[in-house]
């Protein structure tokens, strides 16, 4: 044999190693299935393998249950009554059924089993009893669970479900939104019972903030009252009295006088009193008030600003500070009651500013000097050099 022989017969042998020792690598080695993340695999397993026990039992002479998938719906239940309902099962399947009551979500809930095995084709029933619990939520949930030999189907549950009534309902949370100060912000809300024919709202503690109210039977036939069972109702109309400008927030302590006896509920407010003087313009921020910009100190620049006292209007209200204190200022009434017109002035020949960062900002106080906290502050960013021709 020549040495070309010899080197494409070796050539030959080495190829078919390789191909056998990759075939080999091929069938050891498994692949993750496409698309499914790790953090899935195992919900994807076990689906996989409900797949393949489903399409291997569909051939097979097996028990197969069949019981309701949806829960039965009480609607509205009333705490401390009992509902009972009925739950048909029936064995589809071609070998005897096997039941077992395996528990229930809640001491509230019991249930009894007509038989603990069916025939093929035959029917029994679970007897359900729910006793409504007290709780603060609506919603609410039980469950019957039961074992079988039904392959596909060795655990069942069987839901019953309900939306509680309340004895009283209120308002979680009232929001008053921003007025001006002065002015007593005043809400409307419903107290209902979805058990009582009546009941007698006593006293409302407004948190501290002086406070006037006033409560009144409310029509069942009221829009909001639509659908929740409503057996009586009043309307209450709160008016608050906060003494200064700024947020505020509290909780209302209502008491409530009920065949039951007294009973408290809360209700958080919130709301914002506007600072006593307002500023406006095209030019400032809500957030962060009047930029001015750089400017040339060869020059003098003017920029106006509307100011309105919003809550006293008869008051006489002045510019108290300035900073920088280089920048010069005049408040002008007009014709309009509680309105003036500021001039904020930079005047020419102003020595180098940098009020333009935020740990370093100018500002102008206007308000009542004979009333430190009847004024409000307009923020001011500015920065002054000279420009050289």
Partial sequence: MDV???RLLIA???TLCFSAFVFALSQSVTYKPWGVADSEREKYDAIMADI???????SMEVPRIQAPTLPHDFGWVTIGDEYKHTFSIRNRGEKPLELTLAGTSGEAVRATLGTNKLAP???TTCDVTWTVSDSDTEFSSEKVFLKTNDPLHTNIALTCVGKRKHRVVVPSTIRLGSHDIGINPTTTFLVYSQVYDDFEITAIDADGLESEWAAIEA????EQLSGQDVRSAQSVTV???PSDHGAYSGKFTVAIQTPDGIRQETISYEGKVRPPVGFYGPEIHQSTGLD????????????????RSRGDKSREIEVLEIQPKALETELTATSQPGAYKLRITVPKGCPDLQFNRSQN??????GDPLSPSYSSWLPLWVSVSKVDD
Avoid: C, M, P, W
């Avoid at 003098?300 to 100011?307: A, E, M, P, R, S």
């Avoid at 900002?361 to 206007?366: A, E, I, L, N, T």
């Fill in 52 to 58: 393949e026990l489903n399409e291997q039992v569909r």
């Fill in 361 to 366: 900002r100018g500002f102008v106080k206007v």
């Fill in 219 to 222: 029509s069942l036939d009221d």
């Fill in 239 to 241: 008016k608050l009295q």
């Fill in 121 to 123: 084709d035959g029917s």
């Fill in 12 to 14: 030959l042998t080495i």
């Fill in 292 to 307: 001015l910009g750089t400017l040339d100190s060869g020059t003098q620049h003017d920029f106006y600003v509307t100011v």
């Fill in 4 to 6: 070309l022989a010899k």
